[in-house]
C-alpha cells in the first residue's frame, strides 16, 4: 500500500472539514480519511458520503487534544502508506461573540485546540510528509486583524524572518497568562481569543516552511497557511457570506498544487492568492 496516495483532514466529521473530504475524494488521486474526536459523528460522516453520494472516504479516529491519539494515526500512516501526502489541518474551536465564559477561559480553550494542538499534529505528522507533499493549515483572515491590533512591538516579532518555534510558543502561553490576569490589552494583545490563536497558527505555518527549506530543500514540499474566509458553518454562523463550496476553494487549491510547481510556500493565502503578513 506504501505507493498509494493518502490524505489527512483532521475535524472532518462536519463544516470546513466534511466539505474538504467530500472534495479530495472527487478530485485527490489516493486514499482520503476523515478523521474526528468522536469515531460515532466520525463514521456517521463517511457512511452518508458513501451511501448518499457514492464516494469512498475513510476513518481513522483523531483528537488533536491527546498525543496518544495523534501518535496513533501517525504509526497508523507510516506502517500502511509509509507517509503522507496530503495533511490539512482544520481541527479548530471558536467561542461564539454572546458567549459568558470569562475572557482568561476563553483564551486558554481556544488557545489549546487551535494553537498547541495544531503544533503537536504538526510536529508528528510532518516528518512524515512525503516528497512532493502538501500541508495547509487553516487559519483566517482574523490572524490578520488581530495581528493589525497588537501594539507595535508585537507585531514587529510576529512579523519576524527570524522568530523560533519555542519564541513563538512562549508568546502564545504569555497571551493566556496575560488574558486569565485581565490585562492582555493593557500588554498589547489584540481583544480576540480566536484571531490570536490564529495568528499563531499563521506563524507556526513560515516556521513551518522555513524549517522544511533547511531540511528537506529539494523534495518539493509545499506548505502554507490559508483563510477560507467566513463561511456558513455550525462555526460561521448563519450570517456569514460564503457557501461551503466557496469556502474550501483556497484550501483545495494549496491541497492540490501540482508537482512540478514550488509557490506558494510558506506563505498566508487568501482567495487563491498570497496576502502581506
Sequence with gaps: MAST????????????????VRSLCSQFKGDV?????????????????KEQEGLSPLFHQL?????????????FMKKKYGGIDVLINNAGI????????????????????????????????LPLIKPHGRVVN???????????????????VFRSDTITEEELVKLMEKFVEDAKNGDHQQKGW?????????IGVTVLSQIQARSINEKRKGDGILLNACCPGWVKTDMGGP??????EEGIETPMYLALLPSDVNVPHGEFIQEKKVTQW
Design 5 to 20: 496516495k493518502v490524505a489527512i483532514v483532521t475535524g472532518a466529521n462536519k463544516g470546513i472539514g466534511l466539505a474538504l
Design 138 to 156: 487553516i487559519s483566517s483572515g482574523l490572524s490578520l486583524r488581530s495581528l493589525h491590533e497588537c501594539s507595535p512591538e508585537l507585531q514587529r
Design 190 to 198: 489584540a481583544n480576540m481569543a480566536y484571531g490570536v490563536s490564529k
Design 239 to 244: 450570517n456569514a457570506i460564503k457557501s461551503l
Design 63 to 75: 483528537d488533536i487534544n491527546d498525543m496518544q491519539s495523534i501518535r496513533t494515526l501517525r504509526d
Design 94 to 125: 471558536a467561542f461564539k461573540a454572546a458567549d459568558r465564559t470569562p475572557f482568561g477561559i476563553q483564551a486558554e480553550t481556544t488557545l489549546k485546540t487551535n494553537f498547541f494542538a495544531t503544533r503537536d499534529v504538526s510536529n508528528e505528522l
Design 33 to 49: 480519511y476523515l478523521t474526528a474526536r468522536n469515531p460515532k459523528l466520525g463514521e456517521e460522516a463517511v457512511k452518508v458520503l
